[in-house]
């Protein structure tokens, strides 16, 4: 892994406010289904509102940009890349850099999204950064999930290969606990993984093996949920202060029906967690996203990890 690019002794992530990465939906659409929940759709369920799509946009990067600082990623002229939205596939800052000026842009193995690579390249690049590509394959923020200090966890085995963790631990000083991804409604890392602090972690343990699972307990105060609360997406989240902010789409969905049930589930569970540990739950509807796959998280990257240094009890 090779830096293409000096970094400037300032950048976005060292502001002291939490700080993010997110890009309007103007070339979001659904056309190529490239995951098993938009295979699991015909084509007319999979069509996007736009309108819909562009003020449920809106109300998340509101919210976001109204507690901190949000950076958008420009759109290409005539951008034909469907999934661009989903910036936390962009890559990732190493956060227990000093220097915070070195991303990890992704190599994906999705074709529909290769073409973000060379997005993702030179928007960092402009802004100040170090971009580094992996040789073998990675998908960002929404694989590698960093604990505290140099600790990470990586998912491999869908999207991401375990030798891209070998070459960074090797590079930049980390220690990274790997754990294999086989379900494929669960494909990337932050579909069973969320830190919710440094020293607490939200954690789909049943889909992991027992060492795994050990060597997780190992650096971190496991908060067990089941594979029914991780489906609808409770590990899709993100911290903004004392804030979870997750998607639900709920009050679409018909009383009784089975989704329904598993929403409603998933969102008690994430109250409970929030009640639990001085965190305020606000939830957004992302309907329209979910017919790409995705869930809140996948939307937003973070340039900085600043909210994760409250201590709110």
């Known amino acids: 892994m090779d830096s293409t690019s000096p970094s400037k002794a300032w950048n976005l992530s060292h502001l002291d406010v939490p700080t993010f990465l997110m890009c309007p939906p103007l070339s979001y659409n659904t056309s190529e289904p490239n995951n098993i929940w938009m295979e699991d759709l015909d084509e007319i369920d999979r069509?996007?509102?736009?309108?819909?799509?562009?003020?449920?946009?809106?109300?998340?990067?509101?919210?976001?940009?109204?507690?901190?600082?949000?950076?958008?990623?420009?759109?290409?002229?005539?951008?034909?890349?469907?999934?661009?939205?989903?910036?936390?596939n962009l890559g990732i800052i190493l956060?227990?850099?000093?220097?915070?000026?070195?991303?990890?842009?992704?190599?994906?193995?999705?074709?529909?999204?290769?073409?973000?690579?060379?997005?993702?390249?030179?928007?960092?690049?402009?802004?100040?950064?170090?971009?580094?590509?992996?040789?073998t394959k990675f998908e960002g923020e929404a694989e590698l999930k960093h604990l505290y200090d140099n600790v990470y966890v990586g998912g491999y085995g869908l999207r991401s290969q375990k030798e891209t963790y070998d070459q960074l631990e090797d590079q930049f000083g980390m220690k990274i606990i790997k754990v294999r991804e086989d379900d494929p409604y669960l494909y990337h890392l932050d579909c069973s993984i969320f830190p919710l602090?440094?020293?607490?972690?939200?954690?789909?343990?049943?889909?992991?093996?027992?060492?795994?699972?050990k060597e997780i307990e190992a650096v971190t105060e496991i908060i067990d949920i089941s594979r029914d609360e991780a489906l609808p997406g409770l590990c899709n989240s993100v911290r903004l202060g004392n804030y979870i902010l997750n998607g639900s789409h709920i009050h679409e969905l018909k009383r009784g029906t089975e989704n329904y049930r598993l929403e409603l589930a998933k969102n008690r569970k994430l109250e409970d967690i929030a009640a639990d540990n001085g965190f305020e739950l606000?939830?957004?509807?992302?309907?329209?996203?979910?017919?790409?796959?995705?869930?809140?998280?996948c939307m937003v990257m973070h340039l900085n990890r600043v909210s994760y240094q409250y201590r709110l009890i």
């Not at 507690?67 to 890349?81: E, I, K, N, S, Y």
């Open 197 to 213: 602090t440094y020293e607490k972690t939200i954690v789909c343990t049943e889909i992991l093996s027992s060492k795994e699972v």
């Open 95 to 135: 956060e227990h850099l000093p220097a915070k000026d070195t991303v990890i842009i992704s190599n994906y193995k999705s074709k529909p999204r290769i073409g973000e690579t060379e997005v993702g390249v030179k928007f960092f690049q402009s802004m100040g950064y170090k971009t580094i590509v992996p040789t």
């Open 47 to 88: 069509k996007v509102d736009d309108k819909k799509a562009a003020r449920q946009f809106q109300a998340l990067y509101q919210f976001l940009s109204s507690r901190g600082v949000v950076q958008l990623l420009p759109v290409p002229a005539d951008c034909c890349l469907q999934d661009l939205i989903f910036t936390a």
């Open 282 to 297: 606000a939830l957004f509807n992302l309907s329209e996203y979910q017919k790409g796959g995705a869930a809140l998280s």
